[in-house]
């Protein structure tokens, strides 16, 4: 509505006595609020159609979460000369807190860990701690300790998936984390990230890494990659991966693959140290892959939810392409359900088969390994 200049003097006249009667009859009265909408017209808009006034400058919020989990896992392993017999027996708790602050357009993150496996194996460890500024909505800068850029590789922080050969552990990604200064850019579904990071293989030089990524109401995709140079072999390391998740109502379907030229340890596996494990020890790949092989994998997942139980079943191959003593092949498959007792606390039960070919000696290691966990999120 816009009115004249000749009827200002009436309109204000109209105001005081509308401020008047609401004052007098409490604050049931509709508020106005004027606009200037120009030297020679002003606007009226009725309060409740406006947005919410932006909080004050000096408004910030801080949000604490975090879970506390206790798991028990037993392994058994044979080779082609041995039987089956039990190799590990394990009970670990472990409990995660994350604090998250924000103020305005910058966020910090800590995320801190500690884990107890047995008497005299205890860690407390500083998992992540960023922060991030977003001075628009489409723009991103993340600087500190966190997650790998090129996230894909970690399937797990992608699109929740599991190692690629077997089901997940606690400390299965620790690996993936690296100092690092990423940039990244959002356009409506699509997000483009680059930057560099710590290397997380010992090379002279930081990696550069990258990642496209898509997110749709069913679908999402990503590509990643991630290179540096390296003192010990010719030319550059690299590794890159692509990867998609599509919901059907409420089961998913998760696939991943990734090719490396010497990056191969932690770029497949995700984890070098105990990759497809199921607790620290428990090595669901036997041979593994040295860090300066070349090697593929590909994993999936299906899974979906029944009420309050959560099913998966998910598994995964890997080539290592090295040449001598390192040629070596596998695969992997697991099973997880997840039951929640309430909507803070879940109990589950895992399973996992793997089978390593060491291809020089010819020798096969089998792995049957499981567990019982119990977590209480806050």
Known sequence: ???????????????LLGMAGQALAGNSAPQLRLNSAGSMA??????????????????GEITISGFVQSQADVQYDSDTASGLSMTNLEWGTTGHVNIDARHGPVKAHLGVRATFWAPGNATLVMRRAYFTWSPTDSFLIRVGHTDSIDTLMNVRSAFGNRVPYGPDTLDAQATRLVNQIMLQYGMGPVKVGVGVQQ????????????FVRADFDRFSLMIGA????????????????????????????????????????????????????????????????????????????????????????????YNDMGTGANVNWGWNAGAQAV????????????????RDTHVTSGNVMTTIAGGLFLRATF
Do not use: C
Request: proline content about 10%.
């Open 339 to 354: 039951y929640g007792l309430t909507n803070a606390l879940k109990i589950g039960v895992r399973g996992t088969y793997a």
């Open 226 to 317: 991630r290179g540096g140079f390296s003192p010990s072999l010719p030319g550059i390391v690299y590794g890159v991966a692509a990867g998609a998740k599509v919901n059907f109502g409420p089961a998913y379907i998760k696939v991943a693959g990734a090719y490396s030229r010497g990056l191969a340890q932690e770029f497949i596996t995700s984890n070098p140290h105990a990759p497809g494990s199921l607790a620290p020890g428990m090595p669901g790949v036997h041979y593994g892959l040295e860090g300066d092989d070349t090697a593929w994998g590909v994993n999936g997942e299906l899974g979906g939810k029944l009420g309050r139980l959560h099913v998966a079943v998910m598994g995964g191959y």
């Open 1 to 15: 509505m816009i009115i004249t200049r000749y009827t200002r003097g009436l309109l204000a006249g109209a105001m």
């Open 199 to 210: 290397s997380t293989a010992g090379l002279i030089t930081p990696d550069v890494a990258g």
């Open 42 to 59: 002003v606007a009226i808009t009725p309060t409740a159609d406006l947005p919410p006034p932006p909080p004050p400058p000096s408004a």
